[in-house]
């Protein structure tokens, strides 16, 4: 089985950072893509950033030059490095993955538990 486990949020205070990993396990073939999402009560989950296995990355508006996202292949992990932090950034961030896992044919994508990030004013 395949599973993502994520780390690093907590409470900061506006202006200040945080550093979200995520981990992924399991017999894996490959990852091609890797992505950070986030979610408060009452709205739908957004993409904040994206990144392939060869590095090209993408950013949600509202946090370009703020967040950079990053990956090592060979520990199958992405990282979220938010700078600059605000209070409309406090939300539950999400890892998520396109992956080919050993046990499967094709690509399946997976979520991780949730990572609160607090950001107070």
């Known amino acids: 089985q395949v599973q993502l486990v994520e780390s690093g949020g907590g409470l900061v205070q506006a202006g200040g950072s945080l550093r979200l990993s995520c981990a992924a396990s399991g017999t894996i073939l490959s990852i091609p893509v890797m992505s950070w999402y986030r979610q408060t009560p009452g709205k739908q989950r957004e993409l904040v950033a994206s990144i392939t296995s060869i590095g090209s990355t993408s950013y949600a508006d509202s946090v370009k030059g703020r967040f950079t996202i990053s990956r090592d292949n060979a520990k199958s992990t992405v990282y979220l490095q938010m700078y600059s932090l605000k209070p409309d950034d406090t939300a539950v961030y999400y890892c998520?993955?396109?992956?080919?896992?050993?046990?499967?044919?094709?690509?399946?994508?997976?979520w991780g538990q949730g990572a609160q990030v607090t950001v107070s004013s």
């Open positions: 998520n993955a396109d992956l080919v896992a050993a046990y499967r044919s094709g690509v399946h994508n997976y």
